[in-house]
């Protein structure tokens, strides 16, 4: 992750140990995806419970980068407001040719 926004200058580590909240935002979305999923799963498809953990835990695995990217913008976006100014503004360090 970028230590400030290469387009508005956005500091995205505000000091250490920032995300450390992300950690829960986290959680919370694994909490949800796997309710959901087992929902899905067991209540909507009648599978065997065995087939929902066997199929769960590796789509897990491979989500896992999704989820900690995801949880790290919500945290973020909890805390730091979008300016529409700052997004109309042209990129930090590009050219006129760059910036359209």
């Not at 896992?64 to 730091?80: D, E, G, K």
């Amino acid at each position: 992750m970028h230590a400030r926004c290469p387009h508005c200058g956005e500091n995205l580590v505000p000091e250490n140990g920032f995300y450390w909240g992300a950690l829960y935002v986290s959680y919370g979305l694994y909490v949800l995806y796997c309710l959901v999923a087992f929902f899905l799963f067991v209540k909507v498809l009648k599978a065997d419970l065995d087939y929902f953990l066997i199929w769960l835990v590796p789509s897990l695995v491979l989500l896992m980068p999704w989820f900690f990217r995801l949880a790290r913008r919500t945290w973020l976006n909890i805390f730091v407001n979008y300016d529409p100014e700052k997004a109309r503004q042209k990129p930090l360090g590009a050219t006129a040719a760059e910036a359209y």
